[in-house]
């Protein structure tokens, strides 16, 4: 190094090259080796569902998630190293990672800033870029060196030779061509630093939740003829929705209401496009448009799944099937079901792996109507319950967890949809009842035949000067009646909800209690009507003044 | 000349390079600190090199956070007097330069469609009030009128045009030469809070607790080999977001169950505990980091039921008990810490050993000797269904309600129940009932109920009320 520094500036340059230069030899911290994880060798994919008390997935909106591990087999040199995790699902919850296998980690990082056109752009402002400038006539590119003087607010300037000019407002096509991508990526990279003070090989599990997965139960029930029992089958159906697959994956899906914490964001880059906005491009031929407000839009507070959703194409156009049947056990207070063979979580897929297959399981149909209070002209139609019990003696008798339903029967060699219900999530020994909907067979039709006021026993209370509280009792006389359309005897039940208080006090039907509520069950003929009338008392407050 | 001519050519790199992104301050001679809040606040000490002469100067300060306060903007340096410190915002944007130019004259190229050639004429800016009217000898014209191709070239960027936002400090120094100046502001946009991974093992009621500090920084600057120190607690912002309003936020369920009294070793700065980062780090944006700050093995945790009747109503169906773990932050048989606020992840093992995720709860700021109770979740097989069997008037304003509670246990093991009914005002008196209740507070009655393995129970009890 035979320099002949002249200036102060050499001088320094020097002393910082030299500084450089010992840095890197003795490998102090702050100097990290980039290294890639190898590909996972060995997946396991846990989907949790969306919360909710029953009913399908929505392909369109995944709202359940999934703990993802994966192992990975990699190689740390000594000394400090960024270990990066590539292929990790877009729906990642970065908090919620875990990394074991490693030596002590000295921190996990995870790098949203993502590579888009804009970012590029903003990455290279201050920095040599070269401009392209295509004469529509000639063909010939024109290429000039420049600098990027600015992005603010989506417009962007630049300085050549020539002097100060603004991206695309020309009307000339132009461009930016860059050196490099300025250290940014296409998705967010996990990566965790480590230090050791020789080289080693590890094998590595990595942990993480993950958003954009979903699953449900879906029932199918076939009635036999009679409508007496019904063969039951279920199926597991599990989405992912995020853009990378995990293929020859162990598979689990975890059935019961688990907390989940919201409110915790994280650091997303949209990935916003360069808008090229220019000066004020009024023309002569332009009419003025009013002036109008737009609502400031909140599109940093959507979750990355929301983001990818709706930039994404439709996902999830594949359906597959599989013959296996899953295996539940006990998680805690949770149930999990384990599909026995590996199987792929494709990226935008919905899987579907049986759940269970129960034959002959005895079903019994009831028609249902409620009725508030003092009903008065109210004319309905009934709903259909399915009932039964799930417990050995009904054929059932194992955790059912929420999904849907879809009740069949036959008519001769075809099949009809009988009615869908949600259903939540049933424990053992727990009384089931489907509501397959309202049926115009069976209609309801609530009279008031009469109001009697008890002011002969009426109350008065002072409650200021002026101002008094008046009971009275009061006593409804109610009629109703319940046609059955229908060619066969149905069993019905309606059932009551009174104010506070109140109570029926005579009825020319059996009256019973059923779960605090009151409750008539009843046999309505084939083809016939039959006619309830009962009384419900209760006292009625109010303020007079005098 | 050759070599020389080799060094300058790097001095010219090296010098454009640095001096681009801070014209007054090397980043060479750079040193950070970032004290992180946790409520989206930050004090950053940016101490630097800062080459001045004597008498008055401008330094600009470029690469400050993008959200700095500057109202809360300090500089401190040796034998240096601030003048006024200025936060420019008008930014660099084609519509402000062109805006800037009005009663100026730019430089337009048009170009012939036809043939490619350019003419180059200079122009006078009128006005930019919904397009560009311009006047060019003695014509008026429209920019880009006909929507033919015409190139707009300005000399230079007015001087307070930036294109991110730049902080400016005029300053007289009484010397000239180089000497270390601190920079300190608060700004928004860096936060952090606590991520705890609970490992529980079923067989021996043993917990396993890792915490990490997870900081996100969305200020839209990096800090590169800042020394870091993240506060445990909430100090008051009278501008931007209050930090508490006096009031914490009623949750559904409290997770502290008795507050603790001990002290740990842990740093403190007045009421607030410090955690720094043992190392520098690169706090760059958009990143989230998380650093361990924890990790405890084998302390002993309860797991159990308890369900919470809002008020004396009934409900449709059953419904399921919360699945609750609760352990200690005492320093005996506990984690031993303190707790910054954050989110606690359970995890539990499968048949096949993996750990698998059960649900997860919020923590507060949990002094040391605390006892915590974290509901994870619903018990899929212990539910409970309260029911209003009678409601009476006894008075015009008392009321006596029956209430029966059915517990169900599908589980093939006993379990007992907290079985909690709220809504009693205080005023509600329980007159009768099938097992014996703990007044919790005025507002809630407890009843510890046993359910056999695979098996119900049933709970009864008479309130009566007044209002």
Redo the contacts between chains.
């Keep these: 190094m ?6 102060v ?2 001088i320094i ?2 002393l ?2 030299v ?1 450089s230069a010992t840095a890197a030899l003795s490998d102090v ?2 100097t990290p080796v980039d290294v890639l994880a190898g590909a996972p060798t060995d997946v ?1 994919v ?1 989907v ?1 569902r969306a919360p909710r008390s029953g009913g399908s997935i929505d392909l369109d909106e995944l709202q359940g998630f999934a ?1 993802v ?1 994966e192992t990975r087999t990699v190689h740390i040199p000594a000394g400090e190293s960024r270990l990066r995790f590539d292929g990790v699902a877009d729906g990642i919850e ?5 990394v074991t296998g490693l030596p002590p ?9 993502l590579l888009s056109p804009a970012a590029l752009v903003a990455a290279a ?3 040599p870029v070269v401009l392209l400038r295509t ?4 063909g ?1 590119v024109e290429q000039l060196r420049g600098t990027i ?9 630049y300085e050549t030779a ?5 991206l695309r ?4 096509p132009e461009t930016f061509s860059f050196s490099s991508v300025m250290g940014l990526a296409a998705t967010p990279s996990l990566s965790v630093l480590v230090r050791t003070p020789r080289e080693v090989t590890a094998t590595v599990t990595l ?1 993480y ?1 993950s958003g954009g997965f979903d699953w449900a139960a879906d029932y199918v029930a076939m009635l036999a003829p009679d409508s007496s029992t019904m063969d039951l089958g279920a199926w597991v159906t599990l989405a992912n929705g995020n853009g990378v697959g995990f293929p020859a994956a ?1 598979t ?1 899906v ?8 919201t409110g ?1 964001y ?4 949209h990935g916003m496009t360069i808008l090229a ?8 031929s ?1 009419t003025p448009m009013p002036a109008y407000l737009v609502r400031a839009d909140d599109a940093a507070r959507m979750s990355m799944p929301m983001m990818k959703a709706m930039l994404a194409p439709a996902p999830a156009a594949e359906v597959v099937v599989t013959a296996q049947r899953v295996q539940q ?8 079901y ?1 599909v026995p063979e590996r199987t792929t979580v494709a990226s935008r897929q919905s899987k579907q792996v049986r759940l269970l297959d129960q034959s002959a399981v005895p079903v019994t149909f009831v028609y249902r109507a409620d009725l508030f209070d003092a009903a008065d002209g109210v004319s309905l139609a009934a709903n259909l319950l399915l009932r039964t019990k799930n417990d050995a003696a009904h054929h059932l008798g194992l ?1 059912l967890p929420s999904g849907h339903a879809a009740i069949f029967a036959s008519d001769g060699d075809a099949r009809v949809l009988v009615g869908e219900s949600d259903v ?2 049933l ?4 009384d089931v009842e489907w509501d397959l909907g309202s049926r115009a067979d069976v209609q309801v039709t609530a009279v008031k035949e009469r109001t009697n006021i008890d002011t002969a026993h009426a ?1 008065v ?1 002072p409650l200021v000067p002026g101002v008094s ?1 008046r ?1 009275v009792g009061v006593s409804d006389g109610e009629r109703i009646e319940i046609t059955n359309g229908r060619s066969s005897d149905i069993q019905f039940e309606l059932r009551l909800q009174l104010p ?2 109140a109570g029926v006090v005579r009825a020319d039907h059996a009256l019973v ?1 059923k ?3 009151p409750l008539f069950s009843l046999t309505i003929p084939a083809n016939g009507a039959v006619t309830v009338r009962y009384q419900v008392e209760h ?1 009625a ?1 109010r303020l007079i003044r005098h | 000349m050759g070599m020389r001519g080799n060094c300058l050519g790097l001095v010219c790199c090296l010098a454009a390079c640095t001096m681009t992104f801070a014209p007054h301050a090397p980043a060479a001679d750079r040193s950070l600190s970032v004290t992180i809040y946790n409520d989206d606040l930050a004090l950053i000490q940016d101490r630097r090199d800062i080459e001045v002469t004597g008498g008055k100067q401008r330094i600009e300060f470029q690469d400050v956070s993008a959200q700095i306060r500057p109202e809360t903007v300090s500089l401190a340096a040796a034998d240096l007097s601030i003048v006024e410190q200025n936060f420019d915002f008008d930014l660099l944007t084609p519509a402000k330069l062109m805006e800037k130019a009005v009663g100026q004259d730019i430089t337009i190229v048009r170009v012939n469609p036809a043939t490619g050639a350019e003419t180059r004429e200079q122009a006078r800016v009128l006005a930019t009030n919904g397009g560009v009217v311009l006047k060019i000898g003695q014509r008026i014209e429209v920019l880009r009128d006909d929507g033919l191709p015409v190139r707009v070239i300005f000399d230079k960027v007015p001087d307070n045009l930036r294109a991110r936002p730049t902080l400016s400090v005029t300053v007289d120094s009484r010397r000239s030469g180089t000497r270390p100046a601190t920079l300190s502001y608060l700004t928004p946009g860096l936060g952090w809070r606590a991520d705890y991974v609970a490992l529980y093992d079923e067989a021996n009621n043993k917990i396993d607790v890792q915490g990490w500090v997870t900081l996100t920084n969305t200020s839209g600057t990096t800090y590169a080999d800042a020394q870091t120190l993240l506060v445990a607690g909430s100090p008051t912002q009278v501008d931007g977001a209050p930090a508490q309003m006096g009031f914490r936020a009623q949750r559904a369920r409290p997770a502290l169950q008795s507050a603790g009294t001990e002290s740990g070793n842990r740093e403190q700065l007045g009421d607030y505990y410090l955690y720094p980062l043992a190392e520098r780090t690169t706090i760059a944006n958009l990143q989230t980091k998380q650093v361990s700050f924890l990790d405890v093995r084998g302390v002993p945790a309860e797991h159990g039921y308890e369900f919470r009747n809002a008020w004396l109503g009934t409900a449709d169906q059953a419904q399921s008990a919360k699945s609750v773990y609760s352990f200690s932050t005492s320093a005996h048989a506990g984690l031993g810490d303190q707790l910054p606020a954050g989110i606690v992840r359970f995890y539990l093992r499968d048949k096949r050993g993996a750990p698998q995720f059960i649900g997860e709860s919020r923590i507060d700021h949990t002094p040391m000797g605390s006892t915590l109770s974290l509901a994870t979740g619903d018990a899929f097989d212990v539910k409970v269904r309260s029911t209003v069997e009678k409601r009476t008037r006894l008075a015009t304003f008392d009321w006596q309600t029956d209430m029966r509670y059915e517990l169900s246990n599908a589980l093939p093991r006993p379990v007992v129940v907290t079985v909690l009914q709220g809504g009693l005002w205080g005023d509600a008196r329980i007159s009768a009932e099938s097992q014996k209740s703990v007044r919790r507070s005025a507002d809630v009655a407890e009843w510890q109920v046993s359910v056999p393995a695979n098996g119900k129970a049933s709970l009864t009890a008479t309130f009566v009320t007044r209002y």
């Design positions: 035979r320099h002949a520094c002249g200036s500036h050499c340059a020097m910082a090259w500084q911290p702050g396991s846990t949790y703990l591990s970065p908090a919620s990672a875990i980690i000295i921190e996990k990082n995870r790098d949203a800033e402002v201050g920095k004469n529509k006539k000639t010939v003087k600015s992005d603010a607010g989506g417009g962007v300037l020539d002097g100060i000019e603004a407002c020309s009307g000339l942990s939740l162990h689990q975890v059935a019961g209401r688990l907390n989940r914490e915790v994280e650091p997303v880059e906005s220019c000066w004020p491009r009024g023309s002569t332009d056990e006990q998680l805690g207070d949770l149930k999990l384990r955790p939540r999530d424990a053992l020994d727990e109350k209370l509280l009971s506070d208080g209690t779960n605090g509520r006292t407050n």
